[in-house]
C-alpha cells in the first residue's frame, strides 16, 4: 500500500479509530478511578568502612563497599530483614508479602543504597522505608561482625535520608493513563481499519482496476439511489451530475481505438469514402452493476452530437433495454438472425433523436449460438457500415459466454465494474474471459461511484457545484420538470 492508500483507509475509517480512542482514554480513566492510591517514599543509606587513615586503606575500605553494597541490596527483602519491620510496626502480613512492597537499589559508583517501599497509606509507606533501612543495618553489621573482629564490624550502615510521607500518590498516574489509553485506542483502530482493508476484496477506485486490468478508466458514473425511478437520467436531468458523468463518458469513448477503424463506401455516394462505424459491446462481471443504464445512457449522450447511434439489445436471456426506452420488443435481433423479418422493420427510432434501437425480440433456446453465428458476424459488419457507433447491451460474463462471444466480432468491449459491489476476482475473471477469445478490453466504466469521501471518482471531487446540485437552497429537477425535458428532448 502507498502513502495515499494509507491515507484513504484512515478517511475511510476515521469512526471507527474515533470510537476506539475514546474507549481506550475511558478504560484508562475507569482504570485511574477505581484503582486504589499507592504512596511511594524513600529512604537512603550509607554504607561506610572501619577503614584507616591513610589514603591505601580508605581506597581499599571504599572498595569493599562497592563490592558488597549490591549484596546489601539483596539482603534487604530477605525474612531476616524485614521480620523485624513486621513485628516493630504491627503489620498484618508475612516477609513474602512484605518484600513485594519494598525495592532495594544502588546507584553505580556509590555506596548509598536507596530503599523504596509502598504503601496503600502515605504514613505507613514511610514507616516501613525508616524501619527496613535501620533493620538492614543491624542485619548487616551482626552478619559482617566476626570473632578475629573483636565484635566490631568492620561495615556501618548509616541512614543519611529519612523517607518523608509522601504527600500525592505515586500510581495511578492519571495523564499517563489517559496518553497509553489514547495511544493503545489509536494504534488499535489504525490495525482494525488497515486490515478490513487488506481482507476487502471488493473494487472501490480507479488504483484497484488498475492492478487487474491495463485497459483504461473511460468512465465513472456516480450512484443514484433513485436509478430504477429514472434510468434515463441524460434524457430526465440532463443539467445533473450522473448526465454530464455519461456526456465525460461519450467524450472518452471518442477516444477509444483511433486509427484503427477501417472505410467503407459510403452508400449515399459511392465515390466518396468514410470511416466504418465504431461498435462495441457493454458487459460486465455480473448482473445489477448498471450495465443496461449505462448503454441506453451513453446511446442517449451520442445521439445528441449528431451522430447516428444504434443500441443493439444483445442480452437474449434478460432484455431490459427496450423496457428503459420505453419501445416494444416483442420483435427484435433473434427475429432478424433467423430470417424472420427484415431489419428495417425491427430497428426503432427514439422519438426524434438520431438514436436507434434494436430489441432483443423473443428469447431463444440457445443465446449463445446465435450470437457466435456467422449471421451475427455479418449483421455487425452491415451496422458498422449503416451506424456511426454501435452499442451491444450483453449478459455478464461470468454467468454466460455470451458477451465474450460477441466481443470477437466488434470493434472493442467495455466492461461496467460498480465501485462496491464487484469484487476484485470477479473483474479479473471477466477479463480473462474476453482474452481467452482473442478479443480485448477497451476500457473500463465504473458505476455506482459515491460522489463524496476518499472513495469518490475523481471526476466526483470536482466540479459538481457547476452545474448547481451541491449548491444551498438548489433543488433537484421535480417530477413534473424531469418528465417535461424527456419529452422535450424526444421530440428535439
Known amino acids: 500500500m502507498e502513502l495515499s492508500d494509507y491515507i484513504r483507509v484512515l478517511r475511510k475509517g476515521w469512526l471507527l479509530i474515533l470510537v476506539l480512542v475514546v474507549v481506550g482514554v475511558g478504560a484508562a480513566g475507569l482504570y485511574s478511578a477505581v484503582k486504589a492510591p499507592i504512596y511511594t517514599a524513600n529512604s537512603t543509606v550509607f554504607v561506610s568502612t572501619q577503614a584507616g587513615s591513610n589514603a591505601s586503606d580508605l581506597l581499599q575500605g571504599q572498595n569493599f563497599s562497592q563490592d558488597r553494597i549490591t549484596s546489601y541490596a539483596g539482603l534487604a527483602t530477605t525474612p531476616s530483614v524485614l521480620q523485624p519491620v513486621i513485628v516493630g510496626l504491627h503489620l498484618d502480613l508475612t516477609p513474602s508479602q512484605l518484600a513485594k512492597q519494598i525495592t532495594a537499589t544502588a546507584p553505580l559508583n556509590t555506596t548509598l543504597l536507596q530503599i523504596t517501599a509502598t504503601d496503600t497509606d502515605p504514613k505507613r509507606a514511610a514507616d516501613i522505608a525508616n524501619a527496613t533501612a535501620e533493620s538492614l543495618g543491624t542485619v548487616v553489621q551482626t552478619l559482617e561482625t566476626t570473632a578475629a573482629d573483636k565484635n566490631v564490624s568492620p561495615v556501618k550502615l548509616t541512614r543519611v535520608q529519612d523517607a518523608a510521607v509522601p504527600l500525592a500518590p505515586s500510581s495511578p498516574k492519571i495523564p499517563l493513563n489517559i496518553a497509553l489509553g489514547l495511544l493503545v485506542g489509536l494504534a488499535i483502530g489504525v490495525a482494525i481499519a488497515v486490515l478490513r482493508e487488506t481482507l476487502d476484496t471488493r473494487i472501490r477506485t480507479e488504483h ?28 430526465d436531468e440532463p443539467f445533473s451530475i450522473r448526465a454530464e458523468a455519461f456526456r465525460t463518458l461519450r467524450t472518452n469513448l471518442q477516444f477509444l481505438n483511433i486509427g484503427e477503424d477501417a472505410v467503407v463506401v459510403d452508400p449515399e455516394n459511392p465515390e466518396t469514402t468514410k470511416p466504418r462505424g465504431r461498435s462495441f459491446v457493454l458487459t460486465s462481471s455480473l448482473a445489477q452493476e448498471g450495465k443496461s443504464t449505462t448503454t441506453a445512457n451513453l446511446g442517449l449522450a451520442l445521439a445528441s452530437t449528431s451522430s447516428n447511434i444504434l443500441v443493439v439489445e444483445a442480452d437474449l436471456r434478460r432484455p431490459k433495454l427496450a423496457g428503459y426506452l420505453g419501445l416494444e420488443g416483442a420483435a427484435g435481433l433473434t427475429d432478424v438472425l433467423l430470417g424472420r423479418v427484415e431489419l428495417s422493420a425491427v430497428v426503432q427510432r427514439w422519438g426524434k433523436t438520431n438514436l436507434f434501437v434494436l430489441p432483443a425480440g423473443r428469447v431463444p433456446p440457445n443465446p449463445s449460438e446465435l450470437l457466435g453465428s456467422k449471421r451475427m458476424e455479418k449483421l455487425i459488419e452491415m451496422l458498422e457500415e449503416r451506424f456511426d457507433y454501435v452499442l451491444y447491451d450483453a449478459p455478464p460474463l461470468l454467468p454466460v459466454t455470451d458477451a465474450a462471444v460477441l466481443s470477437k466480432f466488434t470493434s472493442g468491449s467495455l ?57 444551498p437552497g438548489k433543488k433537484r429537477f421535480g417530477r413534473k420538470a424531469k418528465t417535461a425535458e424527456a419529452r422535450r428532448v424526444a421530440k428535439a
Not at 474471459?433 to 471518482?457: C, H, L
Open 208 to 235: 484497484d482496476v488498475e492492478q487487474i486490468s491495463e485497459a483504461p478508466i473511460v468512465g465513472g458514473i456516480t450512484y443514484d439511489p433513485h436509478t430504477s425511478e429514472r434510468p434515463l437520467i441524460v434524457a
Open 415 to 471: 466492461v461496467v465494474v460498480a465501485a462496491g459491489r464487484t469484487h476484485k476476482g470477479q473483474l479479473k475473471s471477466a477479463v480473462a474471459s474476453i482474452e481467452q477469445v482473442g478479443s480485448a478490453v477497451s476500457g473500463i466504466i465504473m458505476t455506482m461511484v459515491p460522489t463524496k469521501g476518499p472513495d469518490a471518482y475523481s471526476y466526483g471531487r470536482y466540479g459538481y457545484s457547476y452545474y448547481g446540485e451541491d449548491e
